[in-house]
């Protein structure tokens, strides 16, 4: 009796969804088009809760070795064959000594050095810092600091370094330089530099703005060293604590490289290159904007000017928006824009490049560096653009890979983590994007700590607190069998080569710009010399058929696979059609009493974009009296146990 009112709730329920589904329907192409699991496409799955008891630092990428620092150990993979994992242990310098009590430091910075298998890292026991490099070819590595690090190790021994903030190594011939960020309302707030020179953020009035850093980008001149900046990303707290204010507020912050701090009375080891400006990120149209920065990501050019970042930013209506910017446009502002509170007449005198040598800049400016940084111009996206997407998941990482492809013009791939342990994978085309796919590689919800690609061989890590997992971010093949499906998909990493959706070469097929299908049709020899193409038409569909005979007044339901949730799904009987919502798994259709009107062909056709496809095709029959109702009851539960399925995703 409960089981026949649990299925009929379950019924009940199946409907309305379909009709919210449909109604929905105008939204979908926000939606991802695709949602790969780990059934749909290849996951490496590698636990690390075995090895580490924290979550990892860092995952770090050399050669065909990927790498899960933790703070004591570190476990190496080989990309090819994951299952044989090798941990090693940092063996500190310190530590050798018997007479060194707490030896307990934890690692919080990792760097990959120039030369190959050297890494640099730095542990914090809390109360001092240390920092080495490690020869990672070695089955236990000594932490020894080479000579040219040497000046680090001894700058930052009183600093203590904060879990997951931003660093960069800088290298040169003879030293090296180590840049790290504080975040907080405390007085280290800002950016620090360790080696040769230790600098750190200069205190004006002893107040402290609570700051969190998201990024550290380097911006190397080449052609003038001296002009080599560090640009870093930053949310701040707002002042303004007024009803319809926002809680944090964009930064973006330079330093000069050569800056080394003013002379012993004025600004001593405290930058006096430094200026802040806002970050833009709105839609004037929709007058949504932006505020709380969440993370940023870095496509560096050959020309310092085209570099771009990616700024990820969340609102407090719990939406997301990526907005670019390039340093042209940052650069632009910090050499042009007056300081905010001076006209341009009283801050005239102030140097906008790096000075060679910053102890000797004239007391009077330095007073003036010392009374503003911020300048009164807004960093705007590149183009005065809007983001290139709002919508309403909650990301928390950005990843763009901008290697540039072979036949497509530039279409750089965004990956985005989600708040549930997802990663979507968005095109850009221009000014706006396209989500190819949403990727789920853990089986459950989590956190999501850190996304990484290798990018010759498209493998995606993603890393929970406990897991690493690697997925195969051009498996092009699960994008379909026809040439029109892998067109639909405008995978930048994929085309069709004639017989398969395979990742890109000079001789695949794609239409990034367009996803427009008839290329298949229309392929022309110019393009693709010497390739003959078969195409997939509604024709040879590979479709399940089935013969089916049902009982009368029984109920059955007819399953259609859903793949694309661009597509529409409409099943077709006689002269009716009954189209399904996009975001299911399956298509459903119910035959509520079975007739003499429900007998005949049953048909599911996908559309998109103007392509057409038969996904399946049945044909039901209606029983003869004689047969008896034996099958019916079997028949509701396993269609009950395929609908719990299909609704439970
Ligand atoms: C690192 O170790 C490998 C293997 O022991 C050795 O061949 C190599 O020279 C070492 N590299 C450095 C920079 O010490
Ligand atoms: C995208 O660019 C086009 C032309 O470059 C412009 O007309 C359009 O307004 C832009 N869209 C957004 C959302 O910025
Ligand atoms: C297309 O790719 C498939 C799968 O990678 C391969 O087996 C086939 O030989 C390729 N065909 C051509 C014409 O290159
Ligand atoms: C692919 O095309 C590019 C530019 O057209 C060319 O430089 C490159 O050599 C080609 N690669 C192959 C493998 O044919
Ligand atoms: C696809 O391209 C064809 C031929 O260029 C064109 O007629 C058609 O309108 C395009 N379709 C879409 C959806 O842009």
Known sequence: ????????????????????????????????????????????????????????????????????????????????NPKTPVERSVLWEECSKPSESDCNYKISVVHKR???NQM??????????????????????????????????????????????PSALVESTGSADLY??????????????????????????????????????????????????????????????????????????????????????????????????????????????????????????????????????????????????????????FTTSPFKGYSTVDSGKRPRTCASDSTKIPLETLRMIEMTSEMEKWVRPVDDSGPLFINHHHYTHIHVDSSQHKRNDHHPVLFLSLYNGGIHKMMQNKNSTFV????????????????????????????????????????????????????????????WNGTHCTPETNDTLQDVTQGNHTVCMSVSKVQLPGKVFRYSTDAHADKAKGSITLPSQSKYFLQCPVSSHHAQYTWHHLDSSTSCGSREQQ?????????????????CVLEEMGYRRVLAQYQIQLESRAAGHSSSPLVWVCLMAVLIKSLSH
């Open 1 to 80: 009796m409960s089981d026949k009112l649990d299925g009929k709730m379950v019924l009940t329920v199946y409907l309305l969804f379909s009709c919210l589904s449909s109604l929905t329907e105008a939204n979908s192409r926000h939606l991802p088009r695709m949602i790969f699991t780990d059934k749909e496409t290849a996951m490496k799955r590698l636990s690390l809760s075995g090895y580490l008891h924290h979550a990892p630092v860092q995952i770090v990428l050399e050669g065909d070795t990927v790498t899960a620092v933790g703070q004591k150990s570190l476990i190496s993979f080989n990309i090819q």
């Open 114 to 116: 120039e030369e190959a």
């Open 120 to 165: 640099f890292v730095c542990g914090t026991n809390g109360r001092e810092t240390v920092c080495c490099d490690m020869n990672f070819s070695e089955q236990s590595p000594e932490c020894i600091p080479s000579e040219k690090l040497r000046n680090i190790k001894e700058s930052i021994k009183d600093f203590i370094i904060m879990e997951g903030e």
């Open 180 to 333: 790290i960020t504080y975040s907080g309302s405390k007085e280290y707030v800002g950016i620090h530099k360790f080696g040769k020179n230790r600098v750190r953020p200069a205190t004006r009035d002893k107040v402290y703005i609570e700051q969190h850093y998201v990024g550290l980008v380097l911006s190397r001149r080449r052609d003038i060293p001296l002009q080599d900046r560090v640009y870093a990303f930053y949310k701040e707290k707002n002042r303004d604590t007024g009803l319809h204010s926002e809680m944090w507020l964009p930064f973006v912050t330079q330093i000069c490289m050569a800056d080394t701090g003013g002379p012993k009375n004025l600004l001593q080891f405290s930058w006096t290159s430094q200026m802040n400006a806002r970050l833009f990120c709105g839609d004037p149209a929709s007058r949504q904007h932006f505020s709380e920065l969440v993370d940023v990501a870095t496509v560096h050019a050959d020309q310092w000017q085209d570099t771009r970042v990616y700024a990820l930013f969340t609102n407090e209506w719990g939406m997301s928006a990526v907005c670019v910017y390039t340093i042209r446009d940052i650069d632009n502002i």
């Open 436 to 495: 190819i796919a949403e990727y789920q590689p853990f089986n459950h919800k989590t956190i999501i700590f850190s996304i990484t690609l290798h990018p010759s061989s498209k493998k995606l890590y993603v890393n929970s607190g406990s897991e690493l997992v690697q997925l195969d971010v051009a498996n092009c093949a699960q994008y379909g069998d026809s040439c029109e499906e892998c067109i639909l998909a405008r995978d930048p990493y994929c085309g």
């Open 587 to 603: 298509c459903l259709l119910l035959i509520n009493s079975m007739g003499p009107e429900q007998v005949g062909t049953y048909e």
